[in-house]
């Protein structure tokens, strides 16, 4: 079974979120293993669609979905989190979230849909009863509307949410906690959102550190079938060290092996550390190039060269062109 590190940031971060709310939540997950009919698997973990069910069981509280979203945490889902605050603006934002987010679900996903005036993120979910998909609907639009908090603040103009269920005896939840205009007994579940709202600056945004968290990010999602690969171990500790990179016998140190045993498995493996050392360094430059203004002098001390022209060697011998002309060519 493979380790899915994305998913992993969003649990721990559900799981702070149910003892703050004061569930615990090993108990809620028994609870929901011992509620399921015969029938049904005592061995698989339960559902997120059975863990929401029963955490309103035991908490008696039929608001609790919608209050999963106050006071997000953002930097609670580690790299992923960082990654969302450092975007420029919320429709990048969201592009990040399609890009990586959409495992934190358990059979539930977003269909994105473009429109003249905006877009649409359609909820689709083939799994649970009609109660329990209301349930994660809340939780969802929930945390939704406090991620948006965290990046822009409270401004939701032109925003608009669309329910495929009738509106519900908490109605008035919904509209204190969720601020946009709801419509109920819709085709779909869904939310629009115009692109004068998509174009806002995220208020932590920072380009030159998005590239380095989104890299990261991308290393965990490529690794998530590899995860016990030498390789692959050495290149998220690389790219989580950029800035300052390791040594070798710095990663050797933290994998708690010699440098020489390092340097036999990655032979093993078919590569060494200073092609994959090249490598980060690479993609990096190259992100930075694409991503951001930084001037190739910028760009080299962010890659630790004590010179730009040592900088420009290198990136001309990895991509057969100059660091202006790479810019250049990936100009829109």
Not at 58 to 66: E, K, N
Not at 104 to 111: A, H, I, K, V
Request: charge should be negative.
């Amino acid at each position: 079974m493979n380790y899915d590190p994305m998913r992993e940031f969003a649990v721990k971060a559900f799981r702070a979120r149910l003892v703050r709310l004061g569930i615990d939540p090993l108990e809620l997950n028994e609870v929901a293993i011992l509620g399921r009919d015969s029938a049904a698997s005592g061995q698989s973990p339960p559902s997120v669609h059975e863990i929401l069910e029963t955490a309103v069981t035991m908490s008696g509280d039929p608001l609790l979905p919608l209050r999963i979203g106050e006071d997000i945490d953002l930097a609670a889902y580690g790299t992923y989190g960082f990654a969302l605050m450092s975007c420029a603006n919320i429709g990048a934002s969201l592009e990040f979230f399609l890009r990586y987010g959409q495992t934190f679900l358990d059979s539930s996903s977003w269909l994105r849909i473009d429109c003249d005036d905006g877009l649409i993120l359609r909820l689709e979910q083939t799994a649970g009863t009609n109660y329990q998909q209301m349930l994660v609907t809340e939780s969802v639009f929930s945390n939704f509307r406090g991620i948006s908090e965290v990046l822009v603040g409270g401004s939701y103009e032109g925003v608009r949410a669309c329910f495929n269920y009738p509106r519900p005896a908490h109605f008035d939840a919904y509209q204190e906690r969720l601020s946009v205009p709801l419509e109920f007994d819709q085709e779909h579940t869904q939310i629009f959102m115009p692109d004068q709202w998509l174009c806002q600056r995220v208020r932590t945004g920072e380009p030159t550190t998005n590239v380095l968290f989104s890299q990261q990010c991308e290393e965990l999602v490529s690794g998530m079938t590899e995860v016990d690969e030498t390789a692959a171990i050495v290149r998220r500790l690389l790219i989580h060290s950029a800035g300052n990179f390791l040594s070798i016998s710095e990663v050797a140190e933290q994998l708690h092996v010699t440098e020489r045993t390092l340097r036999r498995r990655l032979a093993a493996e078919g590569t060494d550390f200073r092609t994959i050392f090249n490598d980060i360094k690479n993609t990096l430059a190259q992100n930075y190039l694409r991503k951001t203004s930084l001037s190739v002098v910028e760009v080299a001390d962010l890659l630790n060269y004590a010179e730009a022209t040592n900088f420009h060697r290198a990136f001309q011998r990895w991509n057969s062109t100059t660091p202006a002309d790479y810019r250049r060519q990936a100009s829109p």
